[in-house]
């Protein structure tokens, strides 16, 4: 069993940085993709970003490309989203997953994510 557990989030102004973290337990996931994903009141959960297992591989939604960076330490067993000139659309709750097939390059598809972290919110203010 994998345990995800976000933190990072918080308030920040418009124009702002914050930086998420998600850590992985329970087994490690370097051979595994792994995803951001957020969900704002009132809409469905939204694909962000996914980094292949090597990090060499890496997908943004539209809407975060040159604004957001994906990364991950492996020997930590945890993934990132470096998030830089946030605007008030990006409010929402940030969920990381992880998908236990082995070393896919992109997948964007919430229902293709075998494990959830509980979410972080993240809010940004005009």
């Known amino acids: 069993q994998v345990q995800l557990v976000e933190s990072g989030g918080g308030l920040v102004q418009a124009g702002g940085s914050l930086r998420l973290s998600c850590a992985a337990s329970?087994?490690?996931?370097?051979?595994?993709?792994m995803g951001w994903f957020r969900q704002a009141p009132g809409k469905e959960r939204e694909f962000v970003a996914c980094i292949n297992w090597n990090g060499y591989n890496t997908y943004y939604v539209d809407s975060v490309k040159g604004r957001f960076t994906i990364s991950r330490d492996n020997a930590k067993n945890t993934m990132y989203l470096q998030m830089n000139s946030l605007k008030p659309e990006d409010t929402a709750v940030y969920y990381c997953?992880?998908?236990?097939?082995?070393?896919?390059?992109?997948?964007?598809?919430?229902?293709?994510?075998?494990?959830w972290g509980q979410g972080t919110q993240v809010t940004v203010s005009s």
């Open positions: 997953a992880a998908d236990t097939r082995y070393r896919r390059t992109v997948v964007v598809g919430p229902e293709e994510y075998d494990y």
């Open positions: 329970g087994r490690t996931l370097r051979n595994n993709i």
